[in-house]
C-alpha cells in the first residue's frame, strides 16, 4: 500500500508473505531475523538493508534502525521509490511507517494514530512498538 506522508514523502508499506511488489521499488528496507533474511534476500534483486527485527519485538540494534530509518525517509523526499516490509505487513513495518511520519512533522502522540488512518488499522501492534515511536529521534542522526 502506497503511503505519502504530509511532507510529501511516499513510500509503500507491505508484507513480505504476500509475495513480490507490483512495482520493483528503487530501495527497500526489510524488516525480520535470519530466516526471513534468508527467505527473501535472493529474490530482492534490487538495493536494499535489513534491520534484525523480530516479529512483535523491537529492533535487536536500535541505534542502526534509527539511522536506516532516516535514510529511508531521505530516499523517499529525494522522489526515489521505496518500499518498507516484514512478514506480515503490521506490526514492524507500521512501526516504521509511524517513525517516517513523525520525521514528516506528525507529533510522536499522533503518529500510531495517523498510520492507522493512512495504511492500515492494526499497525503498530504492541505497547513496546509504541512506546518507540514516541521516543523516535526526529534530528538527524547521521
Partial sequence: MVVELPDGAVVTGRGLRG????????????LG??????????????????????????????????????????RALAGEAVEVACGGGNGRT????????????????????W???HYRKHAVETPWQKRWVLRFPANDVS
Avoid: K, M, N, Q
Avoid at 509475495?19 to 526489510?30: A, D, N, R, S
Avoid at 534476500?41 to 523480530?54: C, I, R, S
Fill in 94 to 113: 507500521g512501526t516504521v511507517l509511524a517513525c517516517l511520519a513523525v520525521l514528516s512533522g506528525v507529533p510522536r502522540g499522533e503518529a500510531v494514530a
Fill in 19 to 30: 509475495g513480490p511488489p507490483e512495482v520493483e521499488p528503487g530501495y527497500g528496507l526489510y
Fill in 33 to 74: 531475523g535470519a530466516r526471513r533474511r534468508a527467505a527473501h534476500d535472493a529474490a530482492l534483486t534490487w538495493p536494499h538493508e535489513w534491520v534484525d527485527w523480530p516479529d512483535f519485538l523491537l529492533p535487536r540494534d536500535g541505534g542502526a534502525a534509527v539511522r536506516l530509518i532516516h535514510d529511508l525517509h531521505r
Fill in 115 to 117: 498510520t492507522r488512518a
